[in-house]
């Protein structure tokens, strides 16, 4: 599932028209993941009130160039928003995924009503449970899902990272459990379920909306299998950034490293760590290191999930 953010202002240049910024976030999207299905989520794009128009948008420019998005709903979206969907959905014929946070699945009269704006059963539809920031509660909240069966698929996401890494020891690494992966390997043992979800995380983010501006910290986040490893260093800012190769060699030397082979993100982390310190080299930059990480979160957690979590 993918979120499209807001165009951000870059210095001394105006800020891009939503219209174009979808489209320049779709193309992206296209040169990533081709004509594979994705789930497509607006949220951070929709107004409080005609959120119907950039569901639109977002649908047809996706169409327009070939992209097989599935749209994400919520319950609490007004008529016409549902509206917009369903015209999606009768020219996809690719269903949707309806967002359901934690607390409210067991809403079974506005999760019906969200059903009847669409004009879908739950053999249609994929559900998403979403837990946020918070630990997944699944013997507890799947015997309240309605019909649990019926749905397409049924998901479960949780996304643990904290939002704030500032205040971590600096010059060392901290291990930060991952209690999304935890709680949700706990209960799909624990075989008490009457439908195992698949799991979902929010990678190495956090939930919310995506940070803006400020001085970002030299930082390094590996997955492991029930810990983040983190590093923090001081900020770009203060020209840290040349501290990135040695906290990739440091990285490599401590055994838990996956080697350059199993992720591109650790084919960069490699790279780096072994590029030398000439001046011209260049360690990165913010946006690098969370892609990076991101990358060998992603494999990682999917070679979990494909073993069944175990």
Not at 79 to 108: H, N, P, T, Y
Not at 262 to 283: C, L, M, V, W
Request: aromatic share 8%.
């Amino acid at each position: 599932m993918l979120e499209i953010h807001k165009p951000t202002k870059r210095k001394d240049q105006p800020l891009k028209p939503l219209g174009e910024h979808i489209k320049d976030v779709c193309t992206s999207i296209k040169q990533a993941w081709g004509s594979n299905i994705f789930f497509l989520d607006t949220e951070w794009i929709n107004p409080v009130q005609g959120a119907e128009a950039t569901i639109t948008k977002c649908l047809d420019s996706c169409r327009s160039i070939g992209l097989k998005a599935i749209p994400v709903v919520k319950i609490n979206y007004d008529q016409r928003s549902f509206d917009a969907v369903r015209e999606a959905i009768r020219a996809d014929e690719r269903g949707c995924m309806l967002r359901v946070d934690f607390e409210d699945v067991g809403a079974q009269v506005a999760i019906e009503g969200a059903l009847e704006c669409l004009r879908l059963r739950k053999s249609q539809v994929h559900l998403l449970i979403d837990y946020r920031e918070h630990a997944m509660r699944l013997a507890e909240d799947v015997a309240r899902v309605i019909s649990v069966e019926d749905w397409i698929t049924l998901t479960t996401a949780s996304g643990a990272f904290p939002r704030q890494i500032a205040t971590l020891p600096q010059r060392a690494w901290t291990d930060l459990p991952r209690h999304d992966w935890n709680t949700w390997q706990q209960s799909i043992k624990s075989g008490d379920l009457p439908r195992k979800p698949t799991f979902s995380d929010y990678a190495t983010r956090s939930p919310g909306k995506p940070p803006g501006g400020g001085d970002p910290h030299v930082h390094l986040r590996y997955t492991k299998e029930s810990k983040w490893l983190v590093y923090l260093d001081g900020t770009v800012q203060d020209g840290m950034a040349k501290n990135m190769p040695p906290i990739c060699r440091e990285l490599l030397s401590l055994g838990e490293y996956d080697g350059c082979n199993f992720s591109q993100g650790d084919r960069e982390i490699h790279n780096t760590a072994y590029q030398g310190d000439a001046p011209k080299e260049k360690p990165g930059g913010s946006t690098q290191w969370v892609q990076w990480c991101v990358n060998h979160h992603l494999t990682f957690t999917a070679n979990q999930i494909k073993n069944g979590g175990l």
